[in-house]
Nanobody
Framework: QVQLVESGGGLVPAGGSLRLSCAAS?????MGWFRQAPGKEREFVAT????????YYADSVKGRFTISRNNAKNTVYLQMNSLKPEDTAVYYC??????????????????WGQGTQVTVSS
């Protein structure tokens, strides 16, 4: 089981930026970011494959968010720019062992971090 620890959340005005980090205790094939707003289901944000850095994004964040990884540090990042109030949510890091990219179902990810709050004020 891989342990995941997120950091970097906070309060930011609309239009601002934040960078989330996810430190993993080991290597899996694919890492992802999900988010969950109050009263809503957990929603896919982005995913990246460790081996070659191939990425996949939800349409709602494409062009604004960038997922990246640092192999030496076993860390995945989510750079969030042009933030909107509707981006407010708890953001979770997740990991799975398959290398197939574009998997957006949270149930396919067996490993999860504790989450970090992102609040975007209008």
């Amino acid at each position: 089981q891989v342990q995941l620890v997120e950091s970097g959340g906070g309060l930011v005005p609309a239009g601002g930026s934040l960078r989330l980090s996810c430190a993993a205790s080991g290597r899996t094939f694919t890492m992802g970011w999900f988010r969950q707003a109050p009263g809503k289901e957990r929603e896919f944000v982005a995913t990246i494959r460790w081996s070659d850095g191939v990425t996949y994004y939800a349409d709602s964040v494409k062009g604004r968010f960038t997922i990246s990884r640092n192999n030496a540090k076993n860390t995945v990042y989510l750079q969030m720019n042009s933030l909107k109030p509707e981006d407010t949510a708890v953001y979770y890091c997740a990991a799975k062992y398959g290398g197939l990219i574009g998997i957006t179902d949270a149930k396919e990810y067996p490993n999860w971090g504790q989450g970090t709050q992102v609040t975007v004020s209008s």
